[in-house]
Structures are given as C-alpha cells and as structure tokens.
C-alpha cells in the first residue's frame, strides 16, 4: 500500500500560495511567522494558517510558538524521495517567485532581533510596500 504521505506531500505543494510559501521558505528565509506570510502573500490569517497547517501535515514544515507569534519552518528531510520533492521546488524558475520574493524580503527587513513584531497588515507595512519601487 502507498504511504499517504507521498500524497500529502504533493497535494500540499500543488496549490500556488502553499507552493510560494514553501519556495519562500528555501529560498528568502527558513523561518517566517503566520502574520508574516500574510502580508507577503496578500491573504487572510485563516488561509495563510490552513496552508501552512497542510505543509506541516505533509511532514514538509516544522512550527514553534514564541511569544504570540507562530513561526514555521523548513523541516529537515532525510527520506531520498522528500529530498527530491524539496529540491524539485528549489530548482523551480526564480523569475515565478521575484514579486513574492521582494514581498518578502521587505516584510522580512521589519523585523527587531530577527523576530516578527508587527501583527499583519499594519500601518508600518503599508507605507514600507507603498514606497517600495516595483
């Protein structure tokens, strides 16, 4: 019988937000806060949560409180397969993830002591993605 994580782990990847967070998390940091991933994809805490939730289901995420925040973050994957499947969206074209990508550096680049302290879709983001050149 098929291991149902082989399943799970390609259904989590195949939706695009899942798909954006996960490259994000390879490529512009391995940790990022719900409130984070919201203002970089532009989506409502419950969507953001459920997305991460099914990438942390599939075994392709670890989460961690501290204080109000929940960050998640790439899971160390040691099976050949998951490995692969991890590398396969790493080597995806980066010219599909540049504006989520800039999203997220900027985001990133509000920060204090490498922690999120800005709750989403603050003041502070918006006047940072406004002045922000495109």
């Known amino acids: 019988m098929m291991d149902e994580r082989y399943?799970?782990?390609?259904?989590?990847?195949?939706?695009?937000?899942?798909?954006?967070?996960?490259?994000?998390?390879?490529?512009?940091?391995?940790?990022?806060?719900v409130a984070e991933a919201m203002d970089?994809?532009?989506?409502?805490q419950y969507n953001v949560s459920r997305n991460l939730k099914m990438l942390y289901r599939a075994g392709l995420l670890s989460h961690q409180k501290k204080g109000k925040w929940v960050y998640y973050q790439l899971k160390e994957q040691t099976a050949p397969h998951c490995k692969a499947l991890?590398?396969?969206?790493?080597?995806?074209?980066?010219?599909?993830?540049?504006?989520?990508?800039?999203?997220?550096i900027l985001r990133l680049s509000l920060r204090e002591n490498n922690?999120?302290?800005?709750?989403?879709?603050?003041?502070?983001?918006?006047e940072k993605i406004s002045q922000s050149p495109l």
């Open 7 to 33: 399943i799970d782990s390609l259904k989590a990847l195949s939706e695009p937000n899942r798909l954006r967070l996960f490259w994000l998390l390879l490529h512009v940091d391995e940790c990022m806060a």
């Open 40 to 44: 970089v994809i532009g989506d409502t």
């Open 86 to 104: 991890v590398d396969s969206v790493r080597f995806l074209p980066k010219d599909d993830f540049l504006e989520v990508a800039r999203r997220c």
């Open 115 to 126: 922690e999120c302290v800005l709750g989403a879709d603050s003041a502070i983001w918006h």
